[in-house]
């Protein structure tokens, strides 16, 4: 078994503001004007990461 990393937060909320950009996410207009996508998934973070995208 592989241990994940704590990452601190838990967001439970969906009236969050993190939870609600995420959400906005999914519309495409919303990603090019943000310059931001929505990565889902340990290989294709792994990916992302691997080709030099910024993770924030």
């Known amino acids: ?9 838990t967001l439970t909320s ?3 503001p993190r939870i609600r950009a ?4 999914r519309d495409r207009r919303e ?5 931001l996508t ?5 290989r ?3 990916r992302a990461i691997d080709a030099g995208v910024e993770i924030v």
Do not use: H, K, W, Y
């Not at 078994?1 to 937060?9: A, F, I, K, N, Q």
């Not at 995420?22 to 996410?25: E, N, P, Q």
């Not at 990603?31 to 310059?35: N, P, V, Y």
């Not at 929505?38 to 340990?42: E, N, Q, W």
């Open 1 to 9: 078994m592989t241990s994940r990393p704590d990452l601190g937060v």
């Open 14 to 16: 969906a009236s969050n």
């Open 22 to 25: 995420a959400i906005a996410l």
């Open 31 to 35: 990603r090019e004007s943000s310059g």
């Open 38 to 42: 929505l990565v889902d998934g340990a």
């Open 44 to 46: 294709e973070l792994r």
